[in-house]
């Protein structure tokens, strides 16, 4: 059983930063691939970042490229994403997600393990 819990969501104004985390237990967390997605309301889940095993190559949306870094420290089986220069349209719930692969890997259908998701509110 793998268990994802997403924390730090919250209200933040329209240009500032806000980190989220996503603690991961239950399975070798350092062998596999891990991403972000998101889901405003009225919207489909779309893709965010993505980042391989062992951090050593990642992914973006073009949406947050330059504005998003997503990390990992596989000592504490913690994924990271830090946002900066936060848009009303980043408003979502943002899910933490784990893939089978050890690769950057961006289709939602890749991922095999979800977190309950936390909520991220830009306010303008």
């Known amino acids: 059983q793998v268990q994802l819990v997403e924390s730090g969501g919250g209200l933040v104004q329209a240009g500032g930063s806000l980190r989220i985390s996503c603690a991961a237990s239950?399975?070798?967390?350092?062998?596999?691939?891990m991403g972000w997605f998101r889901e405003a309301s009225g919207k489909g889940r779309e893709f965010v970042a993505a980042i391989s095993w062992n951090g050593g190559s990642t992914n973006y949306a073009y949406s947050v490229n330059s504005r998003f870094t997503i990390s990992r420290d596989n000592a504490k089986n913690t994924l990271y994403l830090q946002m900066n220069e936060l848009k009303p349209e980043d408003t979502a719930v943002y899910y933490c997600?784990?893939?089978?692969?050890?690769?950057?890997?961006?289709?939602?259908?890749?991922?095999?393990?979800w977190g309950q998701g936390t909520q991220v509110t830009v306010s303008s």
């Open positions: 997600a784990g893939t089978m692969r050890m690769g950057v890997t961006t289709g939602h259908s890749t991922y095999y393990y």
């Open positions: 239950g399975r070798t967390f350092s062998s596999y691939g």
